[in-house]
């Protein structure tokens, strides 16, 4: 009988077992020094001594010892069983440790400067392939980076220092006092490592208070469920006794939930008492009924009409303790109503639970008013925590956020972050608040929020071990499933899941599973989906690699024979081929799945697979065919990446230039210059890019290239156009719309290059004045969409919003913007996006001044500023310092002033004008006004570079608003008589008022 994929996986790889560890390296400071002096006996009397203290300590927090060298030792924490807490656990027994060895006296005699005894110690988490070892590698063999990242941080830690990386700590660093942030560069590690030096034990219990430590995030959406709480405490206050439970996942939100029913409540005739129950360590029985008498002795114990319960109660044995509390919380709901929370009921200990079952009856029968709240996880992670049980309470089921509310909730905790970036947080969460907050930290660590999300950040060691310990929890066959489902991907096709598992949507696994917020059913009839992205991650970060491998063969040897088209697949087969390392299937189908994605204007989509494809083909024996497919390949990337390129789009065509000049094929070399050119172009780069251009026009002509000769008059004409160098652009675009309108019927890329050609001769027109003849292209340029949501129409829109700005259009700029930024969303293109976001912003400023414009388009820049592109980023620089001048905000807006200038340097002069008026307003606020008029003159002579009407004409409405001289006038008729002339409707009502 063969086994099938699900069941082959669940076996441990040959070369050990990929587990998810928090490891702690601990070493005693100065011990070489100490060897020198310390008679042998009495060195080894005290390394026995340290032996005794590791072996005592560390077992007691929950860590295994893996090996003691010496006087150092390495714990881990995790193994058998990952939990929670390990990070925690790990650094209260460094604590621990390095209190407990400051108390050892060493024998014999010591030197007068002798300081007594100390660790150093560094925590670090991480994935570890765990082998058995022997007397020369300790208890485990443990391989990967992690163990040497955690050695490293105890050599950076100084005497009687604890350094633990925020990677291990995450949230739980608030139950302990420690140092700031600061990032430690480490010995054979790339990149800095965030860290934390512990100093002691902070007075929290629970991740609650750790979260009210670092600041709660906003309270999101629950309305529902607090309708149903504040219905409840109604009903107690009228005379009932009940009991509600609230069961959630872990991070679901129980706490928040009920912290801000208790604030509600607090406001209402009834005595609240709380509680907690926690699985650290060995918690004393009856904890959360304890913790509410030791509340009610620190503010109820010198009251003269305290009940004679309360003193009963306090001074009782422990074995009368739970009688004793039964009878003081009935007596207290005899005279008042009470509210008895207990927070985390998962971990109640048995006194404790019994204790809650005996109030609740004892209540209802006596008709006491008293509500019993409890939070807890699922009943299914309930049954393996002996006595867990809320059976009898009402149950209030609290789901993860819906997207509208996850979405809420993301914007507020990072207000200023791109689009694109929530979207991923959003994603990876899946309406987990606590995922959600960790991830939004970690975006807002990354540059401000802006310096992109890193899959990296998804994966934290103390979330994966959050994560990891509910996958441990489970029955071992719906953990073997939950890893072949992690292996499959984000989206599980139940055909695929049930050919290689045998379990389809409605078997009993699968719908525990379900019902645990692992996997739920996709909108997409006949697929799962993972509840929350980074739940995949983590489950298959820490399956093992040739498990993984394995299972990805099989997977694609099942897609491969479920028959239908193939080009429907391509994307799925290049992403297992890839993880089997069949190399060649993986180009052959990532080229594909970027071809596809690329015809449907799916360009995020298809510059991920083509960069799959390119990767794939570096595992590819070397030679001219490879290298003429990787510059084919590279080329379509390029044309991906028109609408959203950065920098490393830019490193991969400037690659494939270096590989076609080694082949020394003219026609090569001259594609490979032209996409070069235009994504410089897309980035802003408008003088390198035109040397490319022209390079470009001389290779062809001399190798004859006819199509791509055909192309480059509309990539010339946007160049020179991108320059300012209107005279030159416009013959250039005009015959690219001529030889493009001819081959329009022929293919849909033409269509799309005719359309933009005309988009770059519209704005052209619009900013030399012509505004009806720009309307009238922009109009001809969109036709061919009508709102289909392609890249290029949300490009046409944004040069139609910022040609209607000039005009002083500003409620139809802004409508134009608008679909410029929620197309340019759709496709992921963010260059169109944030411009759509600037242009709205600055129409929103001239329309009705509003005050979140100046922010709006802040943002907007620094969404960009990421990818290393500049195009038209004059435009947002010279709005911004529009609107920091007219603030008064002086400092600010030279800043921006500088910027717009700056891009001169790359021929962006669009922003210039707007920039130098800016600069002159400021000059005339403090009285400088020859400063003023130097200005002003620069202004009209960047209008007159781009023979640009209306920026004449607002540079004269400038002049006379300022009156430097008597000749404001004579400037106020000019821009009123131009306003009129080229129906500048907006500036036109500005003028009327001077």
Partial sequence: MTESPASTAASPDAVGQRRLLTLLFVDLSGSTAMAEWMEAEHYAAMLAGLRTLYERIVPHHGGVIARIQGDGMLAVFGHPDVREDDGRRATEAALELHAAVRDIVPPGPKPADFAGLALHSGI???????????????????????????????????????????????????????????????????????????????????????????????????????????????????????????????????????????????????????????????????????????????????LADAPPELFAAQQCAPAQRADALLALLLALARRTPQLVCIDDLQWADDASLRLLHRLRAAARAQGLPLLLLTASRPATSLAVLPGANDGDADIIELPPLSETEAARAVQQLLPQTDPFIAAEVQRHAGGNPLFIEELCHAAADSAGGHGGFAAGQSSAAWLAA???????????????????????????????????????????????????????????????RFKHGITRD???????????????????????????????????????????NDWLAAARHAESAGDQALAVSALDRAKKQFRAALAALEFQPDGDARQRRWIAIAQRLGMACVFDASQDDLRVLKHAASLAHATADPGLIARTEYWLAYVGYALGETRDSLRHAQAAVDIAQRCGDHALLAQLPGTVGQLQAAAADYASALPMLDLAIERQRARASKSAVNRIGLSFSLCCRAYVLGDQGYFAQAHEIFAEALAPFDGSGHAVEASIQGWRAAVLLWQGRWAEAREAAAVAHRVGAQVRSMFTCAMGQAAGAYGAWMQEADPAARQHILDATAWLAPRGGGLYSSFNHGWLADILSTQGDAGAARHHVALALKRGRQHDWIGGAMAYRAAARLAAGVGDDARAKRYLGLARGAGEQRNSAHEAAVTALLEAELQLDRHWRAALDFARAEFTRLDMTGFAERASGL
């Fill in 124 to 302: 670090h988490a991480g994935i570890v392939l765990v082998n058995e070892g022997d007397q020369m590698r300790g208890r485990f063999e443990l391989l990967g980076n992690a163990p040497n990242i955690a050695a490293r941080l105890s050599e950076a830690a100084r005497r009687d220092e604890i350094i633990a990386s925020e990677e291990s700590l995450g949230l739980q660093s608030q139950f302990f006092q420690t140092g700031p942030r600061f990032s430690l560069q480490l010995r054979g590690r790339a990149t800095p490592l965030a860290a934390y030096r512990v100093h002691g034990r902070a007075p929290v219990g629970r991740r609650f208070e750790a979260s009210m430590r670092r600041g709660l995030a906003p309270f999101v959406g629950r309305r529902g469920e607090l309708a149903a709480l504040d219905a409840a405490l109604a009903r107690t206050l009228a005379g009932r006794s009940q009991w509600l439970g609230i069961r959630a996942g872990a991070g679901v939100g129980k706490t928040r939930l009920t912290e801000e029913f208790l604030r509600r409540a607090a406001d209402q005739a009834i005595q609240i008492h709380r509680g907690y129950c926690e699985s650290y360590l060995s918690a004393e029985p009856l904890q959360p009924f304890l913790q509410m008498l030791r509340a009610m002795d620190a503010h109820d114990g010198d």
């Fill in 466 to 528: 959050l994560v990891e310990s509910r996958v441990g929890r489970l029955p071992p066959t719906q953990a073997r499933l939950v890893r072949l489902a992690a292996v499959i991907g984000n989206v599980i096709p139940v055909w695929l899941l049930e050919a290689l598992s045998g379990c389809g949507e409605r078997h009993p696994d699968v719908q525990a599973l379900a019902a645990q917020d692992f996997i739920f059913p996709d909108q997409r009839p006949g697929h799962l």
């Fill in 538 to 580: 983590v489950v298959y970060e820490a399956t093992g690699l040739h498990e993984r491998q394995a299972l990805h063969r099989h997977i694609s040897a099942a897609l491969s024979a479920h028959g239908g088209a193939e080009d429907q697949l391509h994307e799925q087969l290049a992403y297992h081929d890839a993880a089997a």
